[in-house]
């Protein structure tokens, strides 16, 4: 009976996405969703900084949202899997890594370690059961961290724009001249037209830090579904990283979905519609093996 009220689901999907957003059918029920819009909570850790974090309750497998770096958990992909979660009653949540969003901490003191920290406090004890993960951009190597070191909480993967290595591969592609200027420096600044200042900025610490969690040199150790989506415009992250991905990954379960006009961030409505379709396909093959 779940996977036909699913796939039913799916039809109606289908022309709620096409018709510009989750409000188009169903638009009292979706009305009610968008009222009732989880409210931030804080997680207290010892000798850690709190995390915020907005929680649904629901079925099983839940959805947990990784955004990117900078980023946080009130964008456009985030705020639009909580109404699709809320409409199929499933559970979902969505945090702010350390240093971002509404969680304490300082940005520039951060690191992949830190914030792998941050997820896998987060399956621990914040979420019950398999969770769907779903990454983006630097949100996409935490969830191969996570899977790696979670295999237990980890339902399946879906990856957008996933930035796996990708910091520490730029950095070392660059001529070994200007690898020397930045290390003199003690500062690597990358531009980016998702900032006021116009760059991103990472300390060598930062860098070497992240070489210790690179996961592209040998097989990946991770069996549950991957899903892949990536834009063949992206300008910041190229789509060669998720078929490397998923070349790595050691599960016979893989699909990598590129976009022909899809950007980094992939929040256009059909950029969007595309990952609800992808997780909600997961959410059917999960739910119907069960």
Not at 26 to 50: D, G, I, M, Y
Not at 133 to 145: D, E
Not at 171 to 198: C, D
Not at 273 to 290: F, P
Request: aromatic content about 8%; proline content about 4%.
């Amino acid at each position: 009976m779940a996977a036909v009220s699913l796939r039913s689901c799916r039809r109606g999907l289908s022309q709620l996405l096409s018709n510009g957003g989750l409000t188009a059918v169903c638009p009292k029920r979706f009305e009610e969703v968008r009222r009732h819009k989880s409210t931030v909570q804080f997680a207290s850790r010892p000798n850690l900084p709190k995390l915020a974090y907005r929680k649904l309750k629901g079925k099983s497998p839940g959805v947990v949202f990784l955004p990117g770096y900078a980023s946080n958990m009130n964008g456009q992909k985030a705020e639009a899997l909580e109404e699709f979660c809320k409409s199929l009653g499933h559970s979902y949540l969505r945090f702010d890594y350390t240093g971002h969003g509404a969680s304490e901490g300082v940005l520039a003191e951060g690191t992949i370690g830190t914030w792998k920290k941050d997820v896998l406090y987060v399956l621990d004890e914040l979420v019950e059961g398999p969770q769907i993960l779903v990454g983006s951009s630097i949100g996409g190597w935490l969830m191969l961290l996570a899977a790696i070191a979670r295999p237990e909480k980890t339902a399946a993967l879906v990856g957008v724009a996933t930035a796996a290595d990708h910091l520490v591969t730029s950095f070392n592609s660059l001529p070994l001249e200007t690898r020397k200027e930045f290390e003199a420096k003690g500062e690597w600044t990358v531009p980016t037209k998702h900032t006021e200042e116009g760059v991103y900025k990472f300390s060598m610490d930062f860098l070497q830090e992240a070489e210790n969690h690179c996961v592209l040199q040998s097989p990946i150790p991770i069996t549950c579904p991957v899903r892949l989506i990536h834009g063949l415009k992206d300008e910041d992250v190229p789509w060669h990283v998720s078929m490397q991905v998923a070349e790595r990954v050691l599960s016979h379960d893989v699909d990598v979905i590129l976009r022909r006009y899809g950007q980094h961030r992939m929040s256009e409505k059909d950029d969007i519609k595309l990952m609800v379709y992808t997780i909600d396909d997961l959410i059917d093959k999960l739910t119907t093996l069960v």
